[in-house]
């Protein structure tokens, strides 16, 4: 395993972990939107783009030509939409009384601002994987 990764060999590891994680992150983003009772329509679109990268990472695992083609098309489109959430969580910050100007207040209080990073970088772990060469 480590001499795979030394050699930059880590492909199907790296796109089962990407199936894997986004399950996770999903199982928690469901969570958090769930409690503000999906306010925003905007807030189903993490949970529509996670199946797509769980199935193409699952198959990037079994398949080479799957992690080269529909892997990194999910994952850029994890990305994107981990980076519209972080619009929207700043923007929520904003609409809280005060908005930034009560940052010490509405950052803890209001939509956790790097949440969708941890989005957006599970993503980019789906477009890596397809930028390295498979295992032997």
Same mark, same amino acid.
């Given at each position: 395993?480590?001499?795979?990764v030394e050699h930059g060999r880590f492909e199907r590891s790296l $796109?089962? +972990?990407?199936?894997? $994680? *986004?399950?996770?992150?999903?199982?928690?983003?469901?969570? #958090?939107?769930?409690?503000? %009772? =999906?306010?925003?329509?905007?807030?189903?679109?993490? &949970? &529509?783009?996670?199946?797509? /990268?769980?199935?193409?990472? &699952?198959?990037?695992?079994? %398949?080479?030509?799957? *992690?080269?083609?529909?892997?990194? /098309?999910? $994952?850029?489109?994890?990305?994107?939409? @981990? +980076? %519209? @959430?972080?619009?929207?969580? =700043?923007?929520? /910050?904003?609409?809280?009384?005060? @908005?930034? $100007? #009560? *940052?010490?207040?509405?950052?803890?209080? @209001?939509?956790?601002?790097?949440?969708?990073?941890? =989005? %957006?970088?599970?993503?980019?772990?789906? &477009?890596?994987?397809?930028?390295?060469r498979r295992e032997k």
């Amino acid at each position: 395993m480590v001499r795979n990764v030394e050699h930059g060999r880590f492909e199907r590891s790296l $796109s089962g +972990l990407t199936a894997f $994680s *986004a399950l996770v992150v999903a199982a928690e983003v469901y969570y #958090e939107h769930y409690r503000g %009772s =999906f306010g925003n329509k905007f807030m189903w679109s993490p &949970i &529509i783009a996670t199946p797509p /990268v769980v199935v193409a990472g &699952i198959a990037g695992v079994r %398949s080479r030509r799957a *992690a080269k083609t529909a892997l990194p /098309v999910a $994952s850029a489109a994890y990305v994107a939409t @981990g +980076l %519209s @959430g972080l619009y929207f969580h =700043f923007r929520g /910050v904003a609409r809280k009384p005060g @908005g930034w $100007s #009560e *940052a010490a207040y509405n950052v803890v209080m @209001g939509p956790p601002v790097m949440a969708p990073l941890l =989005f %957006s970088m599970v993503g980019g772990m789906g &477009i890596l994987a397809a930028l390295l060469r498979r295992e032997k």
